[in-house]
């Protein structure tokens, strides 16, 4: 079973990765962390290459999801996230898969209404000290008392980008470089969109559906 997860920001994208490749026993993919990989195995011209804030090259990366998604512990299935982020990337990716005799799978996407997700970012209070995380907007997210840990009674911070000006900008920019993909997906067939509006154990139980082929 092979999935491509999309998702605007603070679309879910990471909560459902992490539950989809743990019901399913399939390995995560996401271009990020193949990098980093990459880097602490010793590839000291890709080092470089970060550490100068170069960009790396579609060519680097396509080597590292060949590679990866032929592997040994991806035979069980794999999602991708994060990847491919254009229609370029895309038809290379189907290159790769045709070459390796792998099947494209699914491609999720995870759909959401703007105005729910600034929310979920603008609201969003963590504590420094043991890592909980909050929601002024949310109800069943809120601290006890307002802007304190209910569990070690730490002040909460905001990230200064956390705000719903930052988070349209970023909705927009979304939205102009995915677009074109999702109608990609969705001309060859293989697009499934989930409503991600409710809760996390909502939106698994559709995507497990799609999964599941009901």
């Known amino acids: 079973m092979n999935i491509i997860l999309i998702a605007p920001p603070a679309g879910g994208k990471g909560t459902q990765s992490e539950l989809i490749c743990s019901k399913y026993n399939i390995k995560h993919i996401s271009t990020g962390d193949l990098l980093r990989k990459e880097v602490e195995n010793g590839n000291t011209e890709l080092k470089n290459i970060m550490d100068a804030g170069m960009l790396v090259s579609d ?21 991708l996230d994060g990847f491919p982020r254009n229609i370029e990337q895309a038809k290379k990716y189907d290159e790769i898969l045709e070459e390796l005799n792998i099947d494209i799978g699914k491609v999720i996407l995870l759909d959401i209404d703007p105005e729910l997700a600034a929310k979920r970012i603008a609201g969003r209070r963590s504590c420094m000290n043991c890592g909980s995380t909050y929601n002024i907007y949310f109800d ?5 008392e307002e ?68």
């Open 59 to 79: 060519e680097i990366i396509f080597d590292l999801i060949r590679k990866c998604i032929s592997s040994e512990d991806s035979k069980n299935g794999y999602l």
């Open 147 to 214: 802007g304190i840990c209910n569990n070690c009674n730490t002040a909460l911070t905001a990230r200064d980008d956390d705000n719903e000006e930052t988070y349209k900008t970023r909705y927009n920019t979304y939205l102009e470089k995915t677009q074109p993909l999702i109608d990609y997906y969705k001309e060859k067939n293989v697009l499934y969109t989930v409503d991600a509006n409710g809760t996390v154990d909502e939106t698994f139980n559709k995507i497990e559906d799609i999964v599941r082929g009901d």
């Open 140 to 144: 069943n997210m809120k601290p006890t």
